[in-house]
Antibody, heavy 117, light 109 residues
Framework: EVQLVESGGGLVQPGGSLRLSCAAS????????MSWVRQAPGKGLEWVAH????????FYVDSVKGRFTISRDNAKNSLYLQMNSLTAEDTAVYYC??????????WGQGSLVTVSS | EIVLTQSPATLSLSPGERATLSCRAS??????LAWYQQKPGQAPRLLIY???NRAPGIPARFSGSGSGTDFTLTISSLEPEDFAVYYC???????????FGQGTKVEVK
């Protein structure tokens, strides 16, 4: 059974940093692209970033470029999102997701990030 | 940047009725279009990938069609558990950037 378990969310002040982690199990992690998708309270879904199987290519939505960094550790079956220079607009539930056939075939339960003073 | 526009924003229907949801892309995206269902307090669930393929475990009443810029999700006969928000999602060919539509809420009439 595929499982994606996020951790690391919480309350952070504007301008601060936070690192999200995602522990993956139930599939061969090193052979799949992975993504982060977020959802602001009461709003729709927004793709944030994804990373190739071996970590050699990364892509970001324009609104987080230069501030967020996606990474992975295939030896630990883990995905990460380093978030810097956070603003209130980054407040959202962040989902760790597994990519399959150009879509998300599995979602984590989500981790809430709240940016507020 | 490809923009996805979903319509209508809200669809008010009764159980047993047919639901037709639209997703229009600002430029051709071939068949790289997926549909998701999201219920309150839950993560989304993949329904359809590559425009017309049902994901494993998805009932046959859900179907997807379209290519290029116009796509449709059809629920042939609404069950009580189908009332939810539906999102479409596209993948740009290269670079493989993604975008989601703003969602269509299917509510009980």
């Amino acid at each position: 059974e595929v499982q994606l378990v996020e951790s690391g969310g919480g309350l952070v002040q504007p301008g601060g940093s936070l690192r999200l982690s995602c522990a993956a199990s139930g599939f061969t992690f090193s052979t799949y692209w992975m993504s982060w998708v977020r959802q602001a309270p009461g709003k729709g879904l927004e793709w944030v970033a994804h990373i190739k199987e071996d970590g050699s290519e990364k892509f970001y939505v324009d609104s987080v470029k230069g501030r967020f960094t996606i990474s992975r550790d295939n030896a630990k079956n883990s995905l990460y999102l380093q978030m810097n220079s956070l603003t209130a607009e980054d407040t959202a539930v962040y989902y760790c997701t597994k990519v399959g056939r150009s879509s998300v075939d599995y979602w984590g339960q989500g981790s809430l990030v709240t940016v507020s003073s | 940047e490809i923009v996805l526009t979903q319509s209508p924003a809200t669809l008010s229907l009764s159980p047993g009725e047919r639901a037709t949801l639209s997703c229009r892309a600002s430029q051709s995206i071939s068949s790289y279009l997926a549909w998701y269902q999201q219920k309150p307090g839950q993560a989304p669930r993949l329904l359809i990938y590559e425009a017309s393929n049902r994901a494993p475990g998805i009932p046959a009443r859900f179907s997807g069609s379209g290519s290029g810029t116009d796509f449709t999700l059809t629920i042939s006969s609404l069950e009580p558990e189908d009332f939810a928000v539906y999102y479409c999602q596209q993948r740009n060919i290269w670079p493989p950037l993604w975008a989601f539509g703003q969602g269509t809420k299917v509510e009980v009439k």
